[in-house]
């Protein structure tokens, strides 16, 4: 008999065991943590309100912001939409994946964030812009074929995943404020009273744009309204990492196709209830190269070595921590649409300085912006304006004819118009971020111009 109770209570013990387990299972899917990243197009993360607009209508985002951690020093690895992208998905750096020219794919074999959070339980979607390829490599489930999210789709997503239960990494990308600039309401800003950037020149023609300019971003800033209103709706705002982030700098000269900062430097805002003190700023240099590591963290997965990017979630723990001293990027004009036959650009920054080389400065630097058989209209007017005007001829000159190294204080000079290449004194700051650019190139295989010169060995639509 006692024999008998011995063995009896062996099975209960078993069966409870076995009970708590699935249980526990169950309840650690339940409870993993989800993320929703919201991604803008081609905005310079100065037109942002929170980050220092006066003209900018963003309530939506500086929200986020006040509920959260807004970064001021992120970066990204490219100053195009394909190869950011590209860069954010795969947590490597544009050369390494091949995708470093636009419109671009990756190579084959290549990882994604789908490959490593689907094993974790994630359900892993993506609506609105995609800019990237091929499919097997980003294996999202694609909410529609819009440029924009469609809201529509998503709220049915996130029915489901409430429904049965399932973390989820939903990746909302939208297609503003990217050219042609022509939603939102301009009216809702004055041209005669909007503050330029100092390196415009003036003219009536850029302030209409840069108005529309301003609209689409007030119209990206009510889809980040719609987002949140829908985890809300249905429960997840508390247990949901939001993550928006600018992109690169808008199509307006000295931002998007260039290293400079306006060119490479992102709006990151991160909210999260209980991990993420609401209201912080974080000073460390950040790139988009860590959202995939702390994506990874935050569901719970192993720290994946071959990344380069570090999670952020230690910073999120605390605002003054540091990951990094060095942000690095690269351009590749070969390509894009209207640009020079070749112009590689590549460029690090650190605590104050940043270091941009420019690898063939005897080239003309052209793009869709400057380089149209009829020209924008806003850049026409700079053109006229520079037949009379010496500072107009200096910018626009300045912005199609770069020396071969280019050197800043980025505290003094966010706009990068101050050049300190050639005086003495910066020669041994210059000479070691170069040598830190060089280091970063040899470990991702960047070979430089010929590099640049292979571009089109990776762009579907040039090896048709």
């Not at 270091?355 to 052209?366: G, K, S």
């Not at 004819?401 to 800043?408: I, Q, T």
Request: contains cysteine; charged residues 25%.
């Amino acid at each position: 008999m006692r024999k008998y109770l011995f063995f009896l209570s062996i099975i209960l013990l078993v069966v409870l065991s076995s009970q708590h387990g699935l249980a526990k299972n169950k309840v650690d899917k339940v409870t993993k943590p989800n993320i929703v990243f919201i991604l803008a197009d081609d905005c310079t993360n100065w037109d942002i309100a929170c980050y220092g607009s006066k003209d900018s209508k963003t309530p939506n985002i500086d929200k986020l912001a006040s509920e959260g951690m807004q970064f001021e020093r992120c970066y990204e690895a490219a100053p195009m939409c394909s190869p950011t992208r590209h860069n954010i998905y795969t947590g490597l750096y544009p050369v390494k994946t091949d995708a470093y020219p636009n419109h671009t794919n990756a190579k084959a074999g290549t990882e994604s964030i789908v490959q490593y959070l689907k094993p974790l339980g994630y359900r892993v979607a993506l609506s609105g812009k995609t800019h990237i390829g091929p499919k097997n490599v980003f294996p999202f489930e694609y909410l529609g074929t819009k440029k924009n999210p469609d809201f529509e789709l998503i709220e049915g997503f996130l029915q489901e995943v409430k429904a049965n239960k399932e973390p989820f990494a939903l990746m909302l990308c939208s297609n503003e404020p990217h050219t042609p600039w022509d939603k939102g309401d301009a009216s809702l800003f004055n041209p005669e009273e909007i503050t330029l950037p100092p390196h415009y020149v003036d003219t009536k023609e850029i302030r209409e744009a840069f108005c529309a300019y301003l609209a689409e971003i007030n119209y990206l800033d009510g889809q980040v309204g719609n987002a949140l209103e829908l985890l809300d709706k249905y429960g997840f705002s508390e247990n949901t990492l939001v993550i928006f982030a600018s992109e690169q700098g808008n199509s307006f000269p000295f931002a998007k196709w260039t290293c400079y900062e306006a060119g490479v430097k992102s709006a990151l805002i991160a909210r999260m209830p209980g991990l993420i003190q609401a209201g912080t700023k974080s000073e460390a240099i950040v790139e988009y190269t860590d959202l995939l590591p702390t994506f990874i963290d935050l569901a719970g997965g192993e720290k994946v070595d071959k990344l380069d990017g570090k999670s952020l979630v230690p910073i999120f723990k605390d605002s003054k921590k540091e990951i990094k001293e060095y942000s690095f990027s690269l351009q590749t004009t070969r390509g894009i649409n209207n640009g020079s036959d070749h112009y590689a650009i590549r460029a690090v920054v650190g605590d104050r300085y940043r270091y941009i080389w420019n690898l063939t400065p005897e080239i003309v630097f052209l793009n869709a912006a400057n380089n149209n058989s009829k020209p924008i209209a806003w850049y026409a007017s700079w053109e006229k304006a520079a037949e009379n005007d010496s500072n107009a001829e200096m910018l626009v000159d300045k912005y199609k004819k770069r020396p071969g190294e280019e050197l800043y204080d980025i505290k003094k000079d966010k706009w990068c118009q101050n050049n300190l290449a050639a005086k003495p004194e910066f020669e041994a700051i210059k000479k070691q971020l170069r040598s830190e650019l060089l280091k970063w190139m040899e470990m991702c295989g960047d070979k430089g111009q010929q590099t640049e010169m292979e571009a089109f060995e990776h762009m579907p639509r040039h090896n048709k």
